[in-house]
């Protein structure tokens, strides 16, 4: 069965950094565009990155391009999320997810993990 298990999430100051791992398996995920959204309470699940696992063409949300990077490791089905000058306002769930096709929508997002917390404290 198909599964994805995100991992990395806790507690930073300001300025910190994080790195979110997302391990896949189960499932061939090589032809799908992987993605990071975040949602914070009260607030729909947002896109934040993404990467074609075939090819490495990523995508940004305007607000974390220079400060975050979204790579993959083939070998190990693993999809990585660094953060770097982290804001209060990043704070969220963060989500991995597996698409169809390269898109930020949401709805293209057929496969997601359980979520990781991420906390920037000010």
């Known amino acids: 069965q198909a599964q994805l298990v995100e991992s990395g999430g806790g507690l930073v100051q300001a300025g910190g950094s994080l790195r979110l791992s997302c391990a896949a398996s189960?499932?061939?995920?090589?032809?799908?565009?992987m993605g990071w959204f975040r949602q914070a309470p009260g607030t729909e699940r947002q896109f934040v990155a993404s990467?074609?696992?075939?090819?490495?063409?990523?995508d940004y949300v305007d607000s974390v391009k220079g400060r975050f990077t979204i790579s993959r490791d083939n070998a190990k089905n693993t999809i990585y999320l660094q953060m770097n000058s982290l804001k209060p306002e990043d704070t969220a769930v963060y989500y991995c997810?597996?698409?169809?096709?390269?898109?930020?929508?949401?709805?293209?997002?057929?496969?997601w993990g359980q979520g990781t917390q991420v906390t920037v404290s000010s």
């Open positions: 997810g597996a698409g169809s096709y390269n898109s930020r929508w949401r709805g293209n997002y057929g496969y």
């Open positions: 189960g499932g061939s995920f090589r032809s799908y565009t």
């Open positions: 990467i074609m696992w075939s090819g490495g063409s990523t």
